[in-house]
């Protein structure tokens, strides 16, 4: 079942078809083929040597480490891993590529026939990954008022190129298979995700076809999207404007466009015709990379839990809803901090309700990541028994998480310095029913002539006058003696 938008233009219904080329940055220490540091935010061209600017009579060698990275990548998505590829040149002049061509696979990549599950609305879909190939990047132009300089500090870093299959239907499943990527690659540690730093960015390719049939329409590329919100909403655009297009009587032509983010806009780059013929041939530099079974295996036996596996075993094994199970597994910090609670005896169930609600909201409102919060599973855990064993309430707890997030202090630690102790004593509580029952005489009439429903009125107010910390169980019990 696909989940596409149909789009009724002159009596025809379109689809759209859609097709991802994703570029992750690998995290490796030094580049690709050469020793020269990875490091994000060096001083221009401090990180350089003969191989990476491309001077005359210099080797490359490959990085092992990028080969493993990619493979690992690999089986993560399902590919085949091909035992036997090789690298090519790409040729093409600009300023930051000093060489003249750069260091890619082309006829035989490194993995192949693959996939990816996506849900999107509690939907299911598998998008196909055509294949993964290892490519270096160029260098970068920086362009000032008096001129254009060129810093070489990213020339020769590795990176991956995934490119799916065109099964992609929406807007919204490119953003998800966008996220899903990113979150597999986080969780295998071959990229660190940073969009904003360009170490994960995209090419979208997408087209119209008429409801229900096969073949496909020509494409438009739109190069170089840096994120998830900005892939949905450039294709948003562009499925729009190919419609008019067809919708006034033209064709598409075959073209790659660049998103405008704050004019909301796809302006056209280049034609098919201005298109780079990029004169590939093998790199005669590099022998043939040849990946035996065994390390394949071994990186295979390597691989941590992925996202979705996590996602199944917390719905099947725990019984979280869907949305919750989806939401703790995106981020393996997450995933983590939840297994870790429930290793140290916390019920998953009440773990997921605080981890969803009270620390989401706290970690969006300070902006902060899990890993920056004094707060640990062993606090919410103790937290949990505190209520179990009725020392504090739903309410008190909290406040006490609250207070746990801003100063990683003990749970029982808080309860005690803030005398939040729950109020367990009868004749206590008695004596605050009866304040609230004789300060509301018409509310007594009412319950009395069988309005049982103020019950929830008449707690609230005992809850309020003991400032939350009444033992609700017990307030309830003693109201519905006193009323009745
Ligand atoms: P190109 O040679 O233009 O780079 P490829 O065949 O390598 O095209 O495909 C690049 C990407 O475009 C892939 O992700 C592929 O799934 C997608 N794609 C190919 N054809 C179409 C199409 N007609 N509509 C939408 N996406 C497409
Ligand atoms: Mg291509
Ligand atoms: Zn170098």
């Known amino acids: 079942m696909t989940m596409a938008e149909v789009m009724e233009c002159k009596g025809t219904r379109y689809e759209a078809v859609i097709g991802l080329e994703i570029h992750a940055q690998l995290l490796t220490d030094s580049k690709m083929f050469c020793s020269c540091s990875t490091r994000f935010g060096s001083e221009p061209n401090t990180q350089t040597c003969p191989v990476c600017i491309g ?58 026939h693959g996939h990816v599950d996506i849900v999107v609305d509690g939907t ?3 998008i196909g990954i055509t294949r993964i190939h290892m490519e270096e990047d160029a260098g970068k132009n920086i362009h000032q008022k008096d001129g254009s300089l060129v810093d070489l500090n990213r020339a020769g870093v590795p990176l991956m190129e995934i490119v799916s299959e065109p099964d992609i239907r929406t807007p919204r499943e490119a953003a998800a298979f966008m996220k899903k990527l990113r979150a597999i690659l986080r969780y295998l540690g071959v990229c660190d995700g940073n969009m ?8 979208a390719n997408v087209s119209l076809r008429p409801e229900g049939s096969e073949g496909f329409g020509t ?3 739109i190069k170089n999207i840096n994120s998830f919100r900005f892939v949905e909403k450039a294709l948003d655009y562009e499925i ?12 598409i032509t075959q073209e790659t466009r660049l998103w ?11 034609s098919k015709e201005e298109a780079h013929d990029y004169r590939y041939f093998p790199e005669p530099d590099l022998v043939p990379l040849e990946v035996s079974d065994e390390w394949v295996e071994e990186i295979r036996a390597g691989l941590v839990e992925l996202p979705d596996e996590k996602r199944k075993r917390y719905a099947g094994e725990y019984g979280l809803p869907d949305y ?6 995106e981020e393996r910090q997450v995933a983590e901090w939840f297994e870790e609670a429930v290793r140290l005896g916390g019920k998953p169930k009440a773990v997921s309700n605080w981890m969803m609600t009270e620390l989401l909201r706290l970690l ?24 179990e064993d009725g020392t504090i309430s739903g309410t008190i707890a909290k406040t006490v998480f609250e207070e746990m997030f801003r100063s990683g202090k003990e749970p029982g630690v808080i309860v005690k310095e803030k005398g939040l102790v729950q109020i367990t004593d009868t004749s206590e509580i008695e004596k605050l029913v009866d304040e609230v029952l004789a300060a509301n005489p018409t509310e007594v009439e009412r319950y009395r002539n069988g309005e049982t429903k103020l019950q929830g009125f008449f707690v609230g107010q005992v809850m309020k006058a003991s400032r939350g910390k009444a033992n609700p169980k017990l307030v309830n019990e003693l109201l519905r003696k006193k009323l009745t």
């Open 240 to 251: 729009k404007r190919q419609l008019r297009v067809l919708e006034g009587g033209g064709t």
């Open 55 to 112: 001077m005359p009579g210099v080797l490359p060698v490959l990085n092992g480490r990028a080969v493993e990275f990619v493979v690992r990548t690999g089986l993560a998505m399902n590919c085949n891993i091909s035992p036997y590829s090789r690298f090519a040149r790409k040729n093409y002049f600009y300023p930051d590529l000093p060489k003249g061509y750069q260091i890619s696979q082309y006829e035989l990549p490194i993995c192949e």
């Open 364 to 387: 969006n409102d300070t902006g902060r990541d899990i890993s920056e919060t004094p707060l640990k599973p062993a606090h919410l855990v103790g937290m949990l028994r505190l209520i």
């Open 196 to 203: 904003e730093q360009g170490s994960l960015r995209c090419d």
């Open 260 to 270: 405008d983010s704050n004019a909301g806009i796809t302006q056209s780059m280049r």
């Open 324 to 329: 919750d199970a989806e939401m703790l597994a």
């Open 124 to 126: 299911e879909r598998r």
């Open 219 to 221: 494409k438009t590329e």
